[in-house]
């Protein structure tokens, strides 16, 4: 378990072991307000990786960048080389599930059937990372299991204890089981649509959310219900890590000035600038121009 001043990264981790679930190697939950380093590394298993919150990207050694969102969560095959993006994982909160599904021991203390188990290595075994947006059922799992990760080392760690978190993680591995299988495509509402334009859009002006509300035609509080639950992100977040991909481009392609790129961008002083870009890129906007 780790955590940092001011409970800015908070990072818990319980292992199959512990729970008498020889199919599930770690599952772990990650949180943090700010930019973290995330190197080049590899599971010998498969990783399933949910973020409940934010937004992140991965690299993978010879294939293509992998953007993942709030709602959304990504398989990475087992020995597939991947780091955060650039080096980086940004600001988000995600649970992390390691599983060995070719174990010979996977039966063991799981409400798995032989039959299930051949599934989920089909489902599983492919080569390539995959992402997919998750259900009601799957958020909710995940809202339980994390709620029993947090506490189960600072509590007795009974039969009973070790069987809910063990069911909780058969139910989830089920259900994205079955939305893997189903390939059931995310559909943004409307509004989320409009409201990513609009932000897009206007990303260089000194925008409001009460503008944006007012241009959606939808109560502050409501806009933020609904962009939250589609994308995982407030608003303002989606439009700061909007800003800040602008500006990763100028600070790669020109000559501009810090200042300049910070004021040309919406940003209201380079402090500030400087501030937001560390958070979401964990460097400075000067390190990063070093660094490409």
């Known amino acids: 378990m780790t955590r940092t001043s001011g409970d800015l990264t908070v990072e818990e981790r319980i292992y199959g072991k512990e729970i008498d679930l020889p ?6 939950r990650f949180r943090a307000h700010w930019a973290q380093r995330l190197a080049w590394h590899s599971h010998e298993n ?12 991965y690299d993978f050694s010879g294939l293509p960048q992998v953007d993942l969102a709030g709602g959304q ?6 020995k597939t080389l991947h780091r955060g993006g650039q080096d980086i994982r940004m600001p988000s909160e995600l649970c992390g599930i ?3 599904p070719f174990s010979p021991k996977v039966l063991s203390g799981s409400v798995f059937t032989s039959q299930d188990i051949a599934t989920m290595r089909r489902t599983f075994g492919g080569e390539r990372p995959r992402v997919e947006t ?4 799957l958020r909710a799992l995940l809202k339980a299991l994390v709620t029993e990760l947090q506490t189960f ?6 039969g009973v204890k070790k069987a809910r978190v063990r069911s909780l993680i058969c139910l989830t591995l089920i259900e994205a089981t079955s939305i893997l299988d189903t390939s059931r495509p995310r559909a943004a509402t409307g509004m989320v649509v409009a409201a990513e334009k609009f932000l897009r859009k206007h990303h260089i002006d000194k925008l409001t959310m009460d503008d944006l509300a007012a241009h959606l035609g939808f109560s502050r509080a409501r806009m933020f219900e609904v962009f939250k639950k589609e994308t995982g992100m407030s608003p303002n977040d989606y439009l700061q890590r909007h800003r800040i991909e602008c500006c990763k481009g ?5 000559d501009r000035s810090v200042t300049d790129i910070a004021l040309g961008t919406g940003f209201g002083s380079s402090q500030y600038f400087s501030r937001v870009f560390r958070k979401y890129c964990g460097m400075t906007p000067m390190e990063f121009r070093t660094r490409v």
């Open 153 to 158: 080392k600072s509590e007795t760690q009974d």
């Open 23 to 28: 199919l599930v190697c770690t599952l772990g």
């Open 98 to 100: 390691v599983l060995e």
């Open 73 to 78: 969560f990504l398989l990475v095959p087992a």
């Open 134 to 137: 998750m259900n009601g059922a």
């Open 250 to 254: 100028l600070l790669s392609g020109t």
């Open 46 to 57: 498969v990783e399933l990786i949910f973020l409940q919150g934010g937004a992140s990207s």
